[in-house]
């Protein structure tokens, strides 16, 4: 560990370290690629919200909270995540989420309702003008009935949830090590910023020598550069002792996106068929397919030139089911 650093709380819930596995794929054939399995942080509670919430409930709890509020898409990994692990710990949990609550609830709704969430689902426009007011009314009620509630924003992604995959960015240098991966390029799909913010921010002080690249899922580069920044300073500003730095390894592209936050399209289609055909990798088509299929164009036009390339896999696979009418073949 690099002199000065220090991690906050944590509680251990994810099934770690994930393992580093080497991929065969045609496409990618003059490169080492390599895929960081964070889709196996834990069965029903898969992915990188994991790594995340393992810090942010360490302080819900350490300020006595008792119930969980956090927001998201009806198909939010995160949410499902947030749902699941409350249940577990013995925590009330109520989501707001973004649209229309569907007749028959599917995928990680479904999941999240059998964990016992509250869910609140209110309209696009409504969701993305007011939600600072939607998340504020929902913790005064609870407030009002005499319980403890504790607002995670969207993706566990702030100044206490990028310190999940800070902790990933040590495990993976391990890794590095291990199968003599030198200078690698570390790709990730860029959802709420968390996850890349950590990444560039733990890499820059694990293994320097590494390149991350941020494939946008929603909105523009710019934004996401924002997000790094703000996020890393407000970690700052909480732990100033903690000896983080601001990292400048990142790039990020957002080519990618298509019509829309989790709206695919057939090259995300294609991905997750042939990716799984190949290796029995399942990608989801929110996140990791619009990454993967990201990372292969800029590969495909020589943007990159590591040799080894490192997919870091943040799960998402319940957003297969309700997109089986495009998967269907």
Known sequence: MPDGLAYPDRISLAQLPTPLQCLSYPAVSERRLWCKRDDLTGCLLSGNKVRKLEFVLADALAQGADTLITCGGLQSNHCRATALLAAQLGLGCQLVLR?????????????????GADVSCYPVRRYHHHLPELLHEHAERLRNAGRKPYIIPTGASDGVGVWGYIACAQELAVQFNAEAIRAPLVVCAAGSGGTLA?????????????QVLGVAVCDDADYFYRRVHEDLSACRDRYPSFGLIEPKNF????????????????????????LARHTGVVLDPVYTAKAFYGMLEQLRLDKFSARDVVFVHTGGIFGIYPERTSLSR
């Open 99 to 115: 649209g229309e609550q569907p007749p028959i609830a599917d995928g990680n709704l479904l999941l999240s309702q059998l964990a």
């Open 198 to 210: 950590g990444l560039a921010a733990g890499l820059s002080l694990y293994c320097p020598e590494a």
């Open 251 to 274: 790039t990020v592209v957002d080519d990618y996106i298509g019509p829309g936050y989790a709206q695919g399209y057939p090259e995300v289609f294609d991905t997750i068929a042939t």
